[in-house]
């Protein structure tokens, strides 16, 4: 990690080491002409460290993510003991006031960076972001969740061939770490570009904040915040329960029939191959189907939706893991 210098400037504001600042991230007002104002908080130490940038709220509807960056900053864990740490707790906030995942105009914030200046709202808003914000970190934690009712167990996205983030993802600390490419434009193929570091953690599912998951996104910062000498809170337990497993391929089980849909495994469970995982009943009492597992692994996400269609995605369940 690099050291920050004693001029810290950030969307035009000036952090002197020592510091705590509420900057405002802001692209354009709502069609009511009424501005919106984006708090990105900012405390700096006055002794000289790494900065780390908390992210959430790429997507609207992903509130868990802002949850556990709402209690970084409500326990004080972002205030550091060196160095600077910069919390953006929502980052579209015209998907989260509309409680819609994309932008006004229907665009996928995480499929427009490195952005542009004259584009779209959300592409603006990505230029923003990538080139105000992100030169400063040194580290970058980017909070999501499960989409349309399914729920994620709480886990990192890394790609294999980052070492440095491996010893990270470690330290943190998460159940699992699935190795995943960077999808194309983004924020953490935009990230990588750059050269800058980032965790992504995934957890619990969207219009929802689940106490779990949101006590291991916590967790996990001040592991990473400690291991990095910046944790000014005292922080008893240090290490994860049980070690991180690391997922190398999985692949989601879908649903034969139609109907209504129950799970009996529980989220982060290991199931062996012909287990039954959950069934799909009719309406009527005339139907009733047992799935069962088509492969021995971890149950790393779960489709929560009450009624499914044939082909719905179901589970999401380990294929190998790294030895």
Request: charged share 25%; hydrophobic share 35%.
């Amino acid at each position: 990690m690099s050291t920050e210098s004693n001029l810290l400037f950030i969307l035009n504001e000036r952090i002197k080491p020592g510091e705590s600042k509420e900057v405002n991230f802001s692209v354009a007002n709502l069609h009511t002409s009424s501005p919106v104002n984006v708090p990105v908080i900012i405390e700096r130490s006055k002794k000289p460290g790494p900065t780390v940038l908390f992210t959430a709220g790429i997507h609207g509807d992903e509130v868990n993510g802002v949850e556990i960056i709402r209690q970084l900053i409500a326990k004080g864990i972002n205030n550091p003991k060196i160095g600077t740490i910069i919390c953006m707790p929502i980052i579209n906030i015209f998907g989260f006031i509309n409680l819609k995942r994309e932008f006004p105009d229907g665009r996928d914030l995480n499929r427009v960076f490195p952005g542009s200046p004259n584009g779209s709202l959300a592409s603006r808003v990505a230029f923003k972001l990538i080139n105000e914000v992100v030169p400063h970190a040194d580290l970058i934690i980017d909070f999501h969740t499960g989409g349309s009712g399914r729920f994620n167990a709480p886990q990192l996205r890394c790609s294999k061939d980052k070492k440095d983030l491996e010893i990270l993802a470690k330290i943190f600390g998460a159940p699992f770490v699935l190795y995943s490419k960077n999808l194309s434009k983004s924020f953490r193929a935009t990230c990588n570009k750059l050269g800058k570091p980032m965790l992504l953690f995934e957890g619990g599912k969207s219009f929802h904040i689940d106490e779990t998951i949101t006590n291991s996104g916590i967790n996990g910062s001040k592991r990473i915040l400690k291991h990095l000498g910046m944790l000014k809170t005292v922080f008893k337990s240090t290490k994860p329960k049980k070690d991180c497993i690391f997922i190398t391929e999985s692949k989601w089980q879908r649903a034969k029939y139609s109907g209504m849909f129950k799970t009996s495994v529980a989220i982060g469970s290991k199931v062996k191959k012909e287990d039954i995982i959950g069934n799909i009943t009719d309406p009527y009492g005339k139907f009733n189907f047992f799935v069962r597992a088509l492969n021995s692994g971890y149950i790393i996400n779960i489709n929560e939706s009450p009624i499914v269609y044939q082909g719905d995605a179901l589970f999401h369940i380990t294929t190998k893991l790294k030895r």
